[in-house]
């Protein structure tokens, strides 16, 4: 169905957002072959200036004719436009990788990070699924602690930064926080409350069981990518007044044993992580120092002694990067090689 | 040793701090029985003017003398001041309510939070310690679901403001904030890294262990606390870029099963607490909500289906006064009562 060509003609579906610019710029740095860059955004978006390779583009209005002569789309506009438009694309002739929550346990699509499941590309419909931010970012860690050891039941707690929300959240925090230090009244359209100087204990919608869809999802995409239903994993995901990048606090229990020397060994070998730990020179991954970095900072591992074999970790990814635009590059990357 | 009065000479030690300024107001709002009040601080505060009951009083300096005729003493001025003076002041016949780290972990020490163990009071050598302000959050939380279902393991992640370190760190984030957004350079003085739109795994000063001081403490304090040595705690705490009130994400196990509802109840019944949790409505604590409030607020109560008794808490306390200066005064108020 996907035939290996010399260049491909490329579609970004939410190009105008934080993670299509991202893709578009990703595209050009690993100078991914692309013979034809088409970029598409909603009405609203038409018209915007995107520089791809020296050139200005103009993006269009994501419509059904969108997709023609197309090779690869990556969709990155949302579940709602994801559902609507990639089956039009991958009926067009296209590949979709898709960043958005659609897809991702379809059990039809194939939900990839290609330093650990890229074998699951070999098998698909039409659609691959890049996991959401926090689960890359888990994953990245958990993967080789898995191979080690086997992890029975993950703990996590997430520092979730506003441009996972999108550009919007990002001029919402900033304006809030002006607003503030001008003694103004704060504006409130993107979260329900201020975000500005506050953690909001609210990431995605909330369920019946209490949980919001970004603490279930964090659990199902896991086991999928690790493909291991016994994993267990219970999640609070926290949205901090950071402009980018994610940090989670990570507590594994695993079925052996593994010392917090071991366990920094095993990572530092996992292609894609830097252990970053050095505490006695107060050295640990932080979300600004991390922000515009391909790889997942990993630091503060120590034994957590209240349990047999227990560990504590302190994750940080670039969400829109690895945690998006770098994975769904990456993946078009191993569909072509 | 100690003699009931109808008024009580109180000094508050600290009393140009964040703390010791609260530890004021809250004696006047309660209408503690205050004869005199004494204001002491280090040099460099001498002199500075705080009003009391309608009064300006000026804040003298710490001395060796300054204890003479004082029946209570108020101490929020770091553990130093408190190891050297505290003694001075048992010395001179007052009774000390410490709310450093100084003493809380010594057996002759009683460490109190009064909803929970105030006959901890009846025996005491002088000196009284009141736990750190995370401590007392998740302890108010835990009190009420230990007695009815018994806690055996705790993971508990911190988003702790910046108050918690003192006045020149909420200095620090506000002029970093303003710093950025007017494109400058920031001055880092307080905390090694920037926080002002960034989260620091990092809370006090790191142990040989890999934990910060305040991790472990957390574990010590609620053991203490609740009489129970049987109790599991591994923590993780993040300082945020937030002013005021700390946030905790908790996960805990328990002997025997309890529901979210069942647990919400227990919770509703505790002296100090207000459950705060219907997330249909984007309702649960807040740091910025609960600034201000003397009770410790919990939401995002559910059931962790991945062991067999397992829960989730979302907990927020104002860390200045109940996990500070309330708490301390609260031990005054039973003491003389």
Chains 1, 2 share one sequence.
């Not at 074998?119 to 959401?132: C, Q, R, V, Y």
């Not at 926080?177 to 909330?206: M, R, S």
């Not at 019946?208 to 016994?230: L, P, Q, W």
Request: hydrophobic share 40%.
């Amino acid at each position: 169905m996907f035939k290996k060509k010399n260049k491909y003609t490329v579609a970004v579906v939410g190009a105008t957002g934080a993670v299509g610019r991202e893709m578009v710029s990703i595209l050009e740095e690993r100078k991914f072959p692309v013979s034809e860059l088409v970029l598409l955004a909603s009405d609203r978006s038409e018209g915007e200036k995107i520089e791809f390779s020296g050139k200005i583009r103009s993006v269009g209005k994501l419509a059904k004719d969108s997709f023609k002569d197309v090779d690869i789309v990556l969709f990155s506009a949302g579940s709602d436009r994801s559902l609507k438009f990639a089956p039009i694309a991958v009926e067009a002739g296209a590949i979709v990788i898709d960043s958005s929550g659609a897809f991702r346990m379809d059990p039809k699509v194939p939900l990839v990070v290609p330093e650990i499941n890229a074998h699951a590309l070999e098998k698909h419909a039409g659609i691959i699924a890049s996991p959401n931010c926090s689960s890359i970012g888990l994953l990245m860690a958990l993967k080789p602690i898995h191979a080690a050891v086997k992890i029975k039941r993950i703990v996590v707690t997430t520092f979730q930064s506003v441009s996972g929300t999108g550009k919007d959240a990002i001029d919402e925090l900033a304006g809030q926080t002006v607003a503030l230090l001008n003694f103004k009244d704060i504006e409130k359209k993107i979260y329900p409350h201020q975000i500005a100087f506050n953690c909001l204990p609210h990431v995605d919608g909330f369920l019946e069981n209490g949980y919001t869809r970004e603490e279930m999802e964090m659990a199902d995409g896991i086991r999928k990518v690790v493909e291991d239903e016994s994993i267990q994993l219970t999640a609070t995901a926290v949205r901090v007044p950071v402009f980018r990048s994610h940090a989670e606090s990570v507590n594994i229990e695993t079925e052996r044993k593994i010392s917090a020397n071991e366990a920094r060994a095993v990572l530092s070998k996992m292609p894609g992580v830097v252990v970053y730990d050095d505490p006695s020179r107060s050295l640990y991954p932080l979300q600004l120092d991390v922000t515009g970095k391909d790889e997942t900072y990993i630091g503060r591992v120590r034994e957590d002694e209240t349990i047999k074999n227990g560990l504590n970790l302190w994750i940080v990814i670039d969400n829109i990067r690895k945690g998006a635009a770098l994975n769904a590059v990456q993946i078009a990357e191993h569909l072509i090689s």
